[in-house]
């Protein structure tokens, strides 16, 4: 009896740090305006993410203690060039800590993927998109090493920036970032460690 005791509580213990790793949280944010003026060709935006700030705020995010970012990514709802002309839209990974608060607006006369105030400097490019002028829902998921790099930055003071540079107009109904987190992973020689113990428990009791 006392063995299957023994048995049961080590499965339990087992089962209660998988099930906790498999927990996960998913997270929704929106920059203010949330279409952010329409990505105006002539200018380039910025939306900081922190975790510094009121956490009724639209740009707050703070990562769970004991938790990591498994997964993100960035849907723009009907998005569309003004025009059918062939044009790009970048968008870019930013460290947050040279980042203004919330969204904001710079001048932006350079082509291509650089900004007047050189915000990007040190940018990771996420994607870019040449868009047709017809509207349409457009999903971006950061890969593992875009992943790796968010989770640095957080990391480092717990924000980050996501920057928009458009060479054209872009109608849209709204930008949402998704950001999925999970409990850091259980490494196996502790849940080795805990099922030896449990062994070593029922082989006592056996012995004793």
């Keep these: 009896m006392k ?6 509580l080590t499965f339990i213990v087992i089962l209660g740090v998988i099930a906790i790793s498999a927990n996960a949280g998913v997270y929704t944010l929106q920059p203010t305006p949330k279409d952010l003026y ?9 939306w900081k993410i922190d975790d510094s700030i009121d956490p009724s705020d639209s740009d707050y995010f703070s990562l769970p203690s004991g938790e990591t970012i498994t997964g993100a990514s ?3 709802d009907n998005i569309e060039n003004w025009d059918s002309s062939t044009n ?15 969204t904001n607006e710079y001048d932006d006369a350079y082509p291509g993927h650089r900004d007047d105030n050189d915000v990007q400097n ?5 994607h870019e998109y040449n868009l ?18 968010l989770n640095t930055y957080v990391l480092a003071d717990g924000d980050f920036g996501i920057g928009f ?14 950001i999925e987190t999970a409990p850091v992973p259980v490494p ?14 029922v082989k006592l009791r056996k012995y004793a």
Excluded: M, R
């Excluded at 063995?3 to 049961?8: E, F, G, H, L, P």
């Design 3 to 8: 063995k299957s005791k023994s048995i049961v």
């Design 38 to 46: 329409d990505l105006d060709h002539g200018h380039f935006y910025t």
């Design 74 to 76: 960035l849907f723009f």
């Design 88 to 102: 790009s839209l970048y968008i870019s990974l930013l460290d947050g800590s040279g980042l203004a608060d919330g």
């Design 122 to 126: 040190g940018y990771v490019l996420l």
């Design 132 to 149: 047709p002028a017809s509207p349409q829902d457009k999903t971006y998921t950061f890969d593992s090493g875009e992943i790796s790099t």
């Design 165 to 178: 540079d458009g060479d054209c107009h872009y109608w849209n109904d709204g930008i949402t970032l998704i």
């Design 188 to 201: 196996a020689a502790v849940l080795l460690g805990i099922l030896g113990l449990g062994v070593a428990g």
